[in-house]
């Protein structure tokens, strides 16, 4: 977004800051929204569709408030839909195919704890309407971190079966909770301003609850220092987050003035 | 009626008061908190703020869009609805009376929100919630997602019968 001699404009990192909390939250509803009418159970159904509905709903105004800082006449449809994947700066993390059950509660677990503790922190920034909106989504990343926490103890110390899959799962996904943390100038002036969260500031209290969890769930914590993606937030993905995008901007842009009648 | 007729704060409350949640119609949206703020200037221009009780409610446009009517029909010529967040809706403030229709209309109402301590520790405690039907504590928690973003699901062991609880936040 900047450029290598120009200096980033607070307008520019607050932009860059909202689109990045909001893309996180798009790709990753997306991707839960993919179970619904698939779930393991009715209620775990209906469950996953909330969950999405609530990520999709945190995404939908953090990209109103990103078009009004933008102000270039955008609106929240053209962030989601407009863009292309190196635009996107959400989290590796977020744009795993959801995988088994298993899969999709363990990626749910680091990330909602991730969120409820940068949350937790961001809800203090100096901006009336960001912190509200920060505030509100809290309310809801609390329930999904109960939520998917109580299955990662009751998938880890379950059956035979379940204790395997859910294990491979938090394998799979180790090497992706490295660029939770990643900082940069962005940040660096948010933090400068009031309005941004220093990750390092948390990085042990997340790691704590996650350390505490698996063990609880008997489950072997992962090594950290194994090799570490990185990039997202700089637009650098995995191969999968094209085809999610073709799906779910293809019908947006084959008729892009369409509307809801 | 004069077609310049100003109006009081009080009138736009009333005329709020007629809008009812699309999910739960037994509920006006002042009742239900959703409408925070009526300001009326001295050119008699509206200003009506709302809040979403959950960021992804579905109901949030429909409701934007039913107060925009209402103000109309009842011939308010200038006026402008604005989703706030600045303030962050909680469970706390439906009104007794509305809690009490909830109860009527078969949801559990929410309980008064407390203060939660170490959340991580209280992760995994539960409530007990009356049967809105027998008024049973033989109750348990189902699934803590329901079929609205505001509800959960529960079961009376007393009578039998599955009931929803209005989550608290």
Sequence with gaps: ?261 | MSTIQLHTEQQIWDFLREVTDPEIPVLNIVEMGIARKVEVDKAGKVLVKITPTYSGCPAMNAIEKLVNEKLEERGVEEFKVKLDFAETWTTDWMTEEAKAKLKDYGIAPPEKTEEEGDFLKSLSSTKVIPCPFCESFETKLVSKFGSTACKSQYFCDNCDQPFEHFKCI
């Design chain 1, 1 to 261: 977004m900047t450029a290598e001699t120009k200096e980033l404009t607070k307008k520019e990192a607050f932009l860059n800051y909202l689109l990045r909390l909001a893309d996180d939250r798009l790709i990753l509803g997306q991707r839960m929204s993919e179970w619904c009418g698939h779930g393991p159970q009715l209620e775990e159904d209906l469950a996953m569709a909330n969950m999405a509905l609530d990520l999709i709903g945190h995404a939908t105004t953090l990209y109103e408030y990103a078009a009004e800082i933008e102000d270039e006449g955008h609106d929240e449809d053209y962030f989601a839909y407009f863009r292309d994947d190196r635009d996107f700066t959400n989290l590796q993390l977020c744009e795993l195919p959801k995988g088994d059950f298993g899969f999709t509660i363990a990626r749910q677990f680091l990330f909602s704890a991730f969120s409820y503790f940068q949350y937790e922190r961001l809800k203090e920034a100096k901006d009336e309407q960001f912190a509200g909106m920060i505030n509100k989504h809290l309310k809801e990343i609390k329930y999904h971190l109960r939520h998917s926490r109580e299955w990662v103890l009751r998938l880890g110390d379950g059956t035979e079966e379940s204790h395997n899959r859910i294990q491979e799962s938090f394998d799979e996904l180790w090497m992706y909770t490295d660029e939770l943390f990643y900082m940069d100038e962005v940040d660096d002036l948010m933090i400068k301003e009031g309005m941004g969260v220093d990750s390092s500031e948390f990085k042990k209290e997340w790691k704590k609850l996650v350390e505490e969890t698996l063990s609880e769930a008997t489950l072997t914590v992962p090594d950290w220092d194994q090799f570490m993606m990185s990039g997202s937030r700089n637009g650098i993905h995995t191969e999968h987050l094209g085809h999610m995008l073709a799906q779910m901007q293809f019908l947006r842009r084959s008729h892009p003035d369409a509307e809801w009648k």
